[in-house]
């Protein structure tokens, strides 16, 4: 099945600790994202990749990072210097541009300990 | 920052009623999107409509889009239990940085 998925469902982490989430999707898409997501809020943009090797800071990068050096893999990094990491992390892809439909994955839930 | 706001932020209703929300939105789009949440999952894309576009279908969904008062609607008709999720509108802008901008988002409660 082609899809999006994310790993690990549920992470802890211990003030102080860096911490990375996966996001990989086999649908062949040029463009990821990170979202975060706080109760009963909407998703705010972290960053967001349009090609391999590039990505542009969204709204809330501090505290943040990124690589993208396979076009299916964008995992995202969450340091010691982000204030307030408790959220759900949502990645998604889109086949070309930011304007397409996106697809989701599961999202991970990060609490800090 | 937020260009989309739905309204209301939450709704209740019995099963088989129809449920509208809302999104307004602030700068010139290129297309508005919705999107449902169940608890705890990712997001599912509903529907998209283009800004020359005036009113979509997608079984039991309708969306409507009026660029003049930036605002479009979702209404899900003949609701069932399974409907009870959160719904997102995102917008994709015009001009600038290819990305969507997600709204707060409507949480609704089918009753049985």
């Known amino acids: 099945d082609g899809g999006i998925t994310q790993s690990p469902k549920y992470l802890f982490r211990k003030e102080g600790q860096n911490v990375t989430l996966s996001c990989e999707q086999n649908l062949n898409h040029d463009a990821m994202y990170w979202y975060r997501q706080d109760p009963g809020q909407g998703l705010r943009l972290i960053y967001y990749s349009q090609i391999v090797n590039d990505f542009q800071k969204g709204d809330i990068a501090e505290g943040y990072s990124v690589s993208r050096e396979k076009k299916e893999s964008f995992p995202l990094t969450v340091t010691s210097a982000q204030k307030n990491p408790t959220a759900f992390y949502l990645c998604a892809s889109t086949l070309a541009g930011g304007t397409d439909t996106q697809y989701f994955g599961p999202g991970t839930r990060l609490t800090v300990l | 920052s937020q260009q989309g706001e739905e309204d209301p932020q939450a709704l209740s209703i019995q099963e088989g009623e129809n449920a509208t929300m809302n999104c307004s939105y602030k700068?010139?789009?290129?297309?508005l999107q919705w999107y449902r949440q169940n608890s705890g999952r990712g997001l599912v894309h509903l529907i998209l409509i283009r800004s020359n576009e005036r009113e979509k279908h997608s079984g039991r969904l309708r969306v409507t889009l009026d660029t003049s008062k930036k605002s479009s609607s979702l209404l899900i008709t003949a609701s069932r239990a399974a409907d009870t999720a959160s719904y997102f509108c995102?917008?994709?802008?015009?001009?600038?940085?290819?990305?969507?901008?997600f709204g707060q988002g409507t949480r609704l409660t089918i009753n049985p």
């Open positions: 700068t010139s789009i290129n297309n």
């Open positions: 995102a917008t994709a802008r015009n001009q600038g940085a290819q990305k969507l901008v």
